[in-house]
């Protein structure tokens, strides 16, 4: 159904990805009463899951759920509205057209003002690039009139690519610092409830720190924790400064 109120779209390749990478951005439009919108397309379970791996007795199932568990609390703390999990799974990731379909369907259900998702290139991880690439085709798809005419087609929505893990080897630049302060407690409490990826707490709010001082450095702002994302599309300002 469609909301009055302006709305999100966040597309993670694992259920995890959201929290660290886009944790700051989604609770800042939560508190401005923005509609948020996650899709997850795996769990993580194979690949983003190894501190439970080692537990005897472990399988598939039980990682499934216990990563879903921790991600709709991440989600909860960081007040997303409504949460997909697309369970495609991961290691490798495949987005079969029926899912791509699903996300299009999204798209012109909720109209969303603006959309994040990963970075193009990640040597990485693979199924991070293959999320971007399937959000961007939903979009494209979303704005083509032939497909379901009987819905209206979506405008334009810019999209914002989260910060891999390095990015340097990823050929991303932060173009948009945004501040993440205001919220910081949330993320930190949200990305804590990841018990599974504990090694990474210190490593993202260190990555925080330093976008911070960095957004502080390019405008006139005590600004202590911040995000970086890089736009794919150019910005249409009404002035430039
Ligand atoms: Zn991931």
């Not at 260190?206 to 794919?232: D, F, L, P």
């Amino acid at each position: 159904m469609a909301q009055e109120k302006p709305s999100m779209l966040v597309v993670s390749a694992h259920a995890a990805d959201f929290v660290w990478r886009a944790g700051g951005a989604i609770a800042l439009h939560a508190e401005k009463g923005y509609h948020v919108k996650v899709v997850c397309l795996s769990f993580g379970e194979r690949g983003e899951s190894a501190k439970m791996w080692r537990k005897p007795g472990m399988d598939m199932a039980q990682v499934k759920l216990a990563r879903r568990q921790e991600s709709l609390k991440a989600a909860e703390i960081l007040g997303v509205s409504d949460i997909e999990f697309f369970d495609l799974g991961d290691y490798p990731l495949r987005v079969p057209d029926e899912a791509l379909f699903r996300l299009v369907d999204i798209y012109r259900e909720i109209r969303p003002a603006f959309v994040l998702s990963h970075s193009k290139e990640d040597l990485y991880n693979c199924d991070h690039p293959l999320a971007t690439h399937v959000a961007q085709e939903a979009r494209i798809i979303a704005q083509a009139h032939g497909h379901t005419p009987e819905k209206p087609v979506i405008g334009a929505p810019p999209v914002f690519l989260f910060e891999p893990h390095q990015p340097e080897q990823c050929n991303w630049k932060p173009q948009v610092l945004l501040d993440i302060t205001p919220v910081w407690e949330k993320k930190r409490k949200a990305f804590e409830v990841m018990a599974a990826q504990e090694h990474l707490w210190e490593y993202y709010t260190r990555v925080a720190r330093q976008r911070g001082a960095q957004a502080a450095r390019n405008s006139e702002k005590a600004i202590t924790y911040g995000e970086g994302y890089a736009r794919v599309f150019p910005q249409v300002p009404e002035v430039l400064g």
